[in-house]
Structures are given as structure tokens and as C-alpha cells.
């Protein structure tokens, strides 16, 4: 269901990423999953709730340091959205790589899901997402060259932004502190402990 997902948003949205094999195109889940169905990101979110989905596996890996799991479900779960999230990216002419399109959960504007390119919580989920599965596969001793586009890719995902208000900027174009009852990016890098700012 997650790989038919990702396929449907790739031709939706960059269908020359799709690939002929489909193991390469990954797969992704959205905010509205549940025991009933999957859904994938749209709607109300952007590419890097599945991002936050896999982070869960990296942290159960983390805490047990169980390696038979990691190498038999984790690895492969991880591996497996970090290929979906390589491809939701596009190169801006500065040379960064923002995900397109791209939405933080459950923020609207004029009544309507707010679209844009690179948000916060979605560049800040790829960003995670790329930097676990480097981890687990240095620990597993995996190599392929899709590990290295996304150690490339990696590195172009652009840091976190601060605004005029000193907020961490959950939008590109936002300037100053925008009243929300929401603010997902705060939230979520903070519990995934690796927030940067340059």
C-alpha cells in the first residue's frame, strides 16, 4: 500500500523520478494512516510525516540495540522511505534541495492547507530520516550508491531558518512570528534532538 502511495505522488508531482523498478521508489505514509487504510502525505502534510513514521524504528534500534531487528525490519523500513523522500526533492537555483511540494501538518491558511516548498518540518524529517539510515547502515556495513546521493543529498537540505521574531521559521517566506495554535517544527526537532541552526 505505502509503495502504491509513493508511486501515485510521483507521477503526481515529479514523475520523472519514478522508477521502473519499484523497490527504488520507496515507499511513504501519511498523517491519516490507520488500522483501516493508509494514506500518504497531502492533505494536510507534506513528505516528512513518513519520515517521522521511520524515525521510530531508528529509536527502537536505538534503545535496544538490537541489530537482528534493525537488519531485518528496520534497516530495510528505513531505507525504504529515506528512497521516497530522496526523490520528493528538487534543487532551488542556490543549489539547496527542498522538498516540493511540501506542507507542515495541520497548517492552514484562508481555510485551505497551506502548499509550499521546503518547510521546516518536512526538510527537518528528510534531513532525520537520510541521517539514520547512514547510521544504521555504517553499523550494518551496507553499502550502495544510494547511500552515497543521499550522503550528497544530505548536506543541500538547507538548515533551520530563524525569522525577524526569533522563531524557528516553519516556512521559507514567513518573516515574522505567525499566530498558530500549531507549531509542528518546534515540537518535532526538539524530540528528535538534532535541531541545527547556522
Known sequence: MGQRESDRLYQ?????ALSAIPEENGWTIGTGANAFSIDSPGGHSGPGTGGFTTKLFWDYYDFTRDE?????????????????????LKPTEEGYLLADP???????????????????FDQGMIWESFHDVLKAADILKEESPFLRTIKEQIGKLDAIQIGESG????????????????????IFRIYAHSIRVR
Open 68 to 88: 537482528d531487528i534493525l537488519k531485518r525490519h528496520s534497516y530495510p523500513a528505513m531505507l525504504g522511505m529515506a528512497k521516497f523522500l530522496s526523490k520528493t
Open 102 to 120: 511540501s506542507s507542515s501538518p495541520e497548517q492552514y491558511h484562508n481555510g485551505t492547507t497551506y502548499q509550499t516548498k521546503g518547510c521546516a
Open 167 to 186: 522563531q524557528i521559521k516553519e516556512y521559507r517566506e514567513e518573516k515574522s512570528i505567525v499566530t498558530s495554535e500549531i507549531r509542528a517544527i518546534a
Open 12 to 16: 503526481k508531482n515529479n514523475p520523472d
